[in-house]
């Protein structure tokens, strides 16, 4: 286990000697806790495949999520080989150094994604290091991303080579994120900067679009959410402005579906083979634009954790309903026949079909 050096830095006198020592620990392949000026992030160098490794182990982050690469300056993304059109460029001029990150196609169809820090301490090490870092906010994938150092010290002291302790100047709000590689621009994640603000600079409505997130939940999101987000799916397969995802109240995480699901699911031409369990986090929750549960304790779970999102949070059967019913649940097959899963399926399916074009 790595000891933890805290450099205490001011921002009304930075203290370059520091600044070269956070720096050495990230050309050594260590990892560094620094402030950004929208969350403190975990720096690590992007070209060390060791160091990028631990990075996704301590973060507990699946490795089908790749990081964004944070650079000094915007000639730095020539190494990278991406087609940068007058748009993208634009952007950069506008928004960078700023919290802002920019997805790009390299000439081997690779999506890259770029962002230069504003923050002086980040950009300072970065300029320091001379390297193109992975700089993911410094939390536990789905938890809380943290504004200050003290919450960085509780979970990452004696874990991490590093960690610049200021009195932080971070908004709290992550980085915006637009994928620039298809049209219209897809605004995967608003942050300080937001789809409305961009159309309004290029003057063109339409020009950059909200990515949608929908969330299907049930209780171990091994059947039911499985299910819904299959068919959700499939049919919104026309939609590159819509994802979806699914998770459970009391999901433990990274199980497969159940066997009956997956049949039921093959008899739709759809693969759920590869779904693994989710427990829903807040995380989840706050990224969500549309939520679909399946019983109303499903409902009730999600707005104890955050009460203020009542009006996207809707059992399935009841959205948009004008049928008169009563009975909105969908009950869990869990333990049940094949025969009691086909059911679950084909009610899924024919709420799914209803409420697609109001998506």
Known sequence: MPKTKIFKIDYKKIDSGKIKQSAEILASGGLLALPTDTVYGLAVNSRNEEAVKRLYEIKRRPLSKPFVIQISSVDKIDEYNVEINEDAKALMNKFWPGPLTIILKSKNEEKLAFRIPQDEIALGVLKECGLPLYV??????????????????????????????????????????????????????????????????????????????????????????????GLLKKVLEHRKDVTVDSAGTAAISGFSPTKETIEVMQRQLIDVSGERSKHITLAMIKRADLIFVMQTRHKDYVLDVMPEISDKVFLLREYKDSSGRTNFEVADPIGQSLEVYKRVAEEIKKEVLRIKDFI
Do not use: H
Not at 154 to 166: A, K, L, N, P, Y
Not at 176 to 181: E, K, N, R
Not at 195 to 205: C, D, I, V
């Open 136 to 229: 993911p906010s410094a939390n536990f994938s789905g938890e809380p991303a943290p504004r200050g150092a003290q919450d960085v010290i509780v979970s990452f002291d004696g874990i991490i080579e590093g960690i610049i302790e200021v009195k932080s100047k971070a908004s709290g709000v992550e980085s915006a994120i637009i994928d620039l590689t298809q049209e219209p621009y897809l605004v995967l994640r608003e942050g300080v900067i937001g789809t409305r603000q961009l159309n309004k600079e290029f003057s063109a409505e339409g020009k950059f679009l909200k990515l949608k997130n929908i969330l299907v939940v049930c209780t171990g999101n091994s059947c039911r959410s499985v299910m819904a987000k």
